[in-house]
């Protein structure tokens, strides 16, 4: 999994993005006229333009906005330096991939996304 924090959607900012994502199979995008323009190198490229398929994603979303205060919308935690946003994210990124693994070994035994940060709260 790649992401970036970034106030662009731009070409060049995108590229950037998918050049240093791991290469699947496949890329699915919205009908942002930019994603079209960007090298996918051998992986197919698919427009979606309905939101049938955009569920998992926007429940991706839903669980960040659920965690991190600052991704709340019209929140007054709002991050206004991008390195804060961006050191936050990295931060739920390890605990939640952390989180997701332990699910997987032991899916009868719960645990909170804050079990797998090295420091209390």
């Not at 995008?29 to 955009?54: E, G, I, N, R, V």
């Not at 600052?70 to 936050?88: G, T, W």
Request: hydrophobic share 40%.
């Amino acid at each position: 999994m790649n992401w970036a924090v970034t106030d662009e959607r731009d070409e060049e900012t995108l590229q950037s993005l998918v050049d240093t994502s791991p290469q699947p199979g496949i890329f699915f995008s919205d009908a942002f006229p930019t994603y079209a323009s960007l090298d996918y190198f051998s992986a197919q490229h698919h427009m979606l333009l309905d939101k049938s398929q955009t569920y998992s994603v926007e429940a991706g979303n839903a669980e960040f906005r659920h965690y991190l205060a600052r991704l709340a919308r019209r929140s007054r935690c709002f991050s206004r330096c991008i390195e804060a946003l961006r050191d936050a994210i990295t931060l739920f990124v390890f605990a939640w991939n952390a989180r997701q693994l332990h699910k997987r070994q032991f899916p009868l035994y719960p645990a909170h996304v804050q079990d797998f940060l090295s420091f209390p709260f």
